[in-house]
């Protein structure tokens, strides 16, 4: 039996490891990393030193290139399926070539795995083909890292809060019966075709990181600023992850 470790990591501070995330790494036979490309290896290299932070010197890490998705697949989910069949794949190869069929591995998750966060459903694939026990340890999410920066509340009193994608609110407008609503996963800033009236943001790009920005206010106020912001720091950084939360007044 291969037992298999999901470990949120947080957002990039290294102090965003809690003990149970530790204590799994250093019981791992086998970790691995996802390299996404030249633009994006500054993420892996966070997972790099919290290995060579964490682990012994019997663990072995392995990195392997992430597949991209097909951009000739119109339907999205099924893209987005088609991407999961492959990333299972060389999951499955590269356990059974570094670990076989025995032993514990560990994948370093960003933020928490079950926040819009594919790995279980990819690991749950890869248990088609190997004999798994799966553990997930929890993270602190991007979430709590936004309203953390902001010093702000996820809700206000007994009101109810929406966590969507930026795709959501692009197609569907302001989430029905929602006071709050958390955008992830927006490369587009797509509150920009919400009414700005009596709209407030609070946005955080890279939130949790040395490169933290956090901008907040009125939509109508701030949008500019936000735009500026986020074009100028993907210019410097090659990639940027960023979320927001609006509130109506």
């Not at 997972?47 to 000739?72: A, I, N, S, W, Y």
């Not at 799966?134 to 010093?151: C, D, E, K, N, Y």
Request: aromatic share 6%.
């Amino acid at each position: 039996m291969i037992q298999l470790s999901l470990i949120g990591i947080g957002t990039g501070h290294p102090n965003h490891l809690t003990l149970q995330a530790i204590e799994a790494l250093q019981g791992s036979d086998l970790i691995l990393i996802p390299n996404k490309g030249d633009e994006k290896d500054e993420l892996a290299e966070i997972r790099r030193q919290m290995c060579q932070t964490h682990l012994g010197p019997t663990t072995k890490v392995v990195e392997f290139d992430l597949p991209t998705r097909d951009p000739l697949i119109t339907d999205y989910r099924e893209r987005v399926d088609r991407w999961h069949d492959a990333i299972a794949a060389i999951w499955t190869a590269t356990i059974s070539k570094n670990l076989g069929h025995a032993g514990c591995v560990g994948f370093l998750i960003w933020g928490d795995p079950s926040l819009y966060d594919s790995t279980l459903r990819i690991a749950k694939r890869v248990a088609r083909n190997l004999p798994l026990d799966m553990t997930v340890i929890p993270g602190i999410t991007s979430i709590q890292a936004l309203t953390a920066a902001h010093a702000i509340p996820l809700n206000e009193i007994n009101a109810p809060v929406v966590i969507t994608t930026g795709r959501q609110i692009r197609d569907h407008g302001w989430p029905e019966g929602a006071e709050t609503a958390v955008i992830m996963l927006d490369g587009e800033m797509s509150f920009r075709r919400l009414p700005a009236e009596n709209l407030h943001i609070w946005w955080s790009g890279y939130a949790g990181m040395a490169q933290e920005i956090n901008i907040a206010g009125p939509v109508s106020e701030v949008t500019a600023r936000i735009e500026t912001a986020r074009s100028d720091a993907r210019a410097r950084h090659g990639w940027i992850m960023d979320i927001y939360l609006l509130r109506r007044s």
